[in-house]
């Protein structure tokens, strides 16, 4: 089965890849899960869009995976959350957000995909993060959570 990749899959590919799949596979993992979609003649024009957009917020080489990781390591990045007595939050620090904390302190656009977090994040504190830049460079930087 020639299916297109709408999202990374470990061991498979990135989006915007054309893959072949067993069928069971495709068909009751990969398309159900909206990793994928059936590949057809129209939907090649979807794949020029889909690598136009990866390419637009991928890390092109090593050299640069080095220069955003220096860039996050300098940062100093603060996410406001509510919280109650003790410090606890209500409800815990997503992904998304901590992208878009990364984005508002001056930092690069990462993709929240690659966050590779050690646990929930449910307390105001300082917050290790790191992140898969490059195969070869995984950067790390502190998250405080404050009381907002």
Do not use: C
């Not at 159900?32 to 637009?56: H, M, N, Y």
């Amino acid at each position: 089965m020639k299916i297109i990749l709408t999202q990374e899959v470990s061991g498979l590919g990135a989006p915007g890849d054309i893959v072949e799949v067993k069928n069971g596979y495709g068909r009751n993992y990969l398309l159900p899960q909206g990793f994928a979609i059936v590949w057809t003649k129209g939907a090649e024009k979807q794949v020029t869009l889909i690598r136009r957009a990866r390419s637009a917020r991928e890390i092109r080489d090593l050299g640069h995976a080095n220069e955003v990781k220096a860039q996050l390591e300098s940062l100093k990045v603060t996410l406001k959350a509510r919280a109650g007595e003790g410090g606890r939050l209500f409800g815990s620090v997503t992904p998304a957000e901590i992208v878009d904390a990364v984005k508002a302190a001056g930092g690069p656009a990462l993709d929240r995909r690659r966050l590779e977090l050690s646990g929930h994040i449910k307390a105001l504190g300082s917050h290790p993060v790191r992140i898969k830049l490059h195969p070869d460079v995984t950067g790390t930087f502190n998250l405080n959570v404050v009381q907002g």
